[in-house]
Structure formats: C-alpha cells, structure tokens
C-alpha cells in the first residue's frame, strides 16, 4: 500500500511569507507526527495528534508554527512570517495507534529553504 | 533531561567490518529504543527496536545491545555492506513521540 506523502518536496520561499507543507498518512492510522531535521541535527519532535484528542503541540518552537489534521487524516504544517532559521526538512510520519511499540512511518520531507 | 546522546557524529569502516554506534539517555520514562536508517533525500526507516527489559536484540546483521543500569544502549552491524552507508539514528519513546539522537552517517568502503 501507499505510504506517508509530503507535499511539495521542495519549496523555496523568501523571508516574510508564509508556507503551508502537506502530509497524507497511511490509510488508517490514528496518530500523526510532525519533526524537523535541521543540517546536521537529528529530527526534532514538532507536533503528534492521536485521534480526535487535542494534540500536543509542546515541540512547537514558535507561535509562528500551527499544524491542523482534518478528518483525521491529512495535516497541514504552516509556518507564518517565515525566518531564515526554519530552513530545514520537514518530516511527517503516521503509525496505527499511539503506543511505544507501533512503528512510525516517515515520509520523505519537505526541504524548505527560506532566502 | 528527555536528551539522547549519539555518537560517534560519523563512522568509515571498510566492507565486513563491525561498526558501532552508541547513544545514552537520562529519562527512565522512556520504555521503547528503536533505531533508524535513513538514506539521502529519504524519511528515516525502521530497522531494528528493543524494549529495556531486554539486553540484547538481533535481527539478521543488526544487533542492539542495552544496559539499562548505564543508560546506554548500542547499534552494533556485523559484516558490514557498502549498502549499510546511511545515516543512523537512535530515539527513545515517551508517550506521543520519539526523541531522536543526532545521527551517525556510517560510510563502508568497498
């Protein structure tokens, strides 16, 4: 079956604007999972939503991020007023339940590149 | 305190070596210690994971070993392939994510 999905793979913005970054997750699976990886730097846990359960946003690094997951399926990830900081790559991942030992699934990312 | 420590940064070794990566952590309220392979341009992949009842794990050439008295736990991959050349990662699980160690970019030379 088809796995995690981002969309765009890539995107370049300038300083200022906003982006939005798309993940569809496996067909089914209850939680999902945003995490950054900067240059170099292992992933950093963003954001999880399980269920209709009110997610947990503490790895937020700012009030600029927001993520939102309609129907309980995909997410969007927007980032408002963009710094150059956030150039990373964007990681989403998906797993059937929350629990230690069911895997997440990653997709392959969005590299964005704020000029 | 939810940190995980991973080194070395990289790793070369040459073809049918024994690479190992080690990564420690202060949190007792982690319960789940998977480690990743990611390939360039690709999302981290699942390869091997251990519970901290556990000390020792294989899985065809990847083996973990863990100590849960030390915090410590180790990726070791026998008979090393040029394939294996991938970044690794260990992560520990709290309940809604995994907190990720900084990677290991692992080079086997031919």
């Known amino acids: 079956g088809a796995g995690v999905s981002q969309s765009p793979s890539n995107k370049v913005t300038e300083k200022g604007k906003d982006v939005e970054l798309r993940c569809d997750p496996i067909s089914g699976h209850t939680a999902l999972y945003w995490y950054r990886q900067s240059l170099g730097q292992g992933l950093e846990f963003l954001i999880y939503?399980?269920?209709?359960?009110?997610?947990?946003k503490s790895g937020l690094p700012s009030d600029r991020f927001s993520a939102e997951r309609t129907g309980g399926s995909v997410s969007t990830l927007t980032i408002q007023r963009t710094q150059q900081e956030d150039s990373a790559v964007y990681l989403c991942?998906?797993?059937?339940?929350?629990?230690?030992?069911?895997?997440?699934?990653f997709g392959p990312g969005t590299r964005l590149t704020v000029l | 305190q939810q940190q995980v420590k991973q080194s070395p940064q990289s790793l070369i070794v040459q073809k049918g070596g024994i690479p190992i990566i080690n990564c420690a952590y202060e949190?007792?309220?982690?319960?789940?210690f998977p480690w990743y392979q990611q390939f360039p341009g690709k999302g981290p992949a699942l390869l091997i994971a251990i519970r901290p009842d556990v000390s020792e794990k294989k899985e065809g050439r990847f083996t973990i070993s863990f100590n849960k008295s030390a915090k410590q736990f180790s990726l070791h991959i026998m008979d090393s392939q040029p394939g294996d050349s991938a970044t690794y990662f260990c992560?520990?699980?709290?309940?809604?994510?995994?907190?990720f160690g900084q990677g290991t970019e692992l080079s086997v030379k031919p």
């Open positions: 939503f399980q269920g209709n359960s009110a997610p947990d």
């Open positions: 949190n007792t309220a982690f319960d789940y």
């Open positions: 991942a998906s797993s059937l339940v929350s629990d230690s030992t069911d895997t997440q699934y």
């Open positions: 992560a520990a699980y709290i309940p809604g994510k995994l907190i």
